[in-house]
T-cell receptor, first 113, second 113 residues
Framework: KNQVEQSPQSLIILEGKNCTLQ??????????LRWYKQDTGRGPVSLTI?????NTKSNGRYTATLDADTKQSSLHITASQLSDSASYIC????????????FGAGTRLFVKA | NAGVTQTPKFQVLKTGQSMTLQCAQD?????MYWYRQDPGMGLRLIYY???????DKGEVPNGYNVSRLNKREFSLRLESAAPSQTSVYFC????????????FGQGTRLTVV
């Protein structure tokens, strides 16, 4: 069964600290993996998209990594800011018997002053 | 550019009532989608339209209908609302298919009592 699992469910960090969010997936064959940021009461906004051949991609203070062999991805946030408080959603596309896009349940990040 | 615009932002319905959620995009995208987001779960695809004039069922289509009115507009209709349809609904669009970067509207918070 194609699945996308994210951890932790929620995370609290102090402003200025770094953090890493995890995404494990079983979608196969793999097409691409995306990370989205969703502020409270808003729709998700794309941060990065990675294909099979890419193992790292950055967008400002956000760096995503991909290990297609172990089917794992991480999103690293550097020097966190209060505005980073949001849900971060991992999305994986691929699969057999009909192309699928599967959304993870997200990690809720709280950045405190 | 407004991106993806959804209306209404909030709605309360009584069981059995009907309503239509409106969505419009101004990015000239071919594909449009309707998702629902429930607590603790990833976004789930209700219906999508790969291109103007076509619509297809997603993962959770029961109780919903859609209309791709033109390239810009994609509406979602609940014919007889049920409490199980209480959720946050997101419309999204992308240039080519689900595996490409999607742009989301702000969401409609629907409560069915």
């Amino acid at each position: 069964k194609n699945q996308v699992e994210q951890s932790p469910q929620s995370l609290i960090i102090l402003e200025g600290k770094n953090c890493t969010l995890q995404c494990n997936y079983t979608v196969s064959p793999f097409s691409n993996l995306r990370w989205y940021k969703q502020d409270t009461g808003r729709g998700p906004v794309s941060l990065t998209i990675m294909t099979f051949s890419e193992n790292t991609k950055s967008n400002g203070r956000y760096t995503a990594t991909l290990d297609a062999d172990t089917k794992q991805s991480s999103l690293h946030i550097t020097a966190s800011q209060l505005s980073d408080s949001a849900s971060y959603i991992c999305v994986v596309s691929g699969g057999t018997g009909g192309f699928k896009t599967i959304f993870g349940a997200g990690t809720r990040l709280f950045v405190k002053a | 550019n407004a991106g993806v615009t959804q209306t209404p932002k909030f709605q309360v319905l009584k069981t059995g009532q009907s309503m239509t959620l409106q969505c419009a995009q101004d990015m000239n995208h071919n594909s449009m989608y309707w998702y629902r987001q429930d607590p603790g779960m990833g976004l789930r695809l209700i219906y999508y339209s790969a291109s103007e004039g076509t619509t297809d069922k997603g993962e959770v289509p029961n109780g919903y209908n859609v209309s791709r009115l033109n390239k810009r507009e994609f509406s979602l209709r609940l014919e007889s609302a049920a409490p199980s349809q209480t959720s946050v609904y997101f419309c999204a669009s992308s240039d080519q298919g689900q595996s490409t970067e999607a742009f989301f509207g702000q969401g409609t918070r629907l409560t069915v009592v």
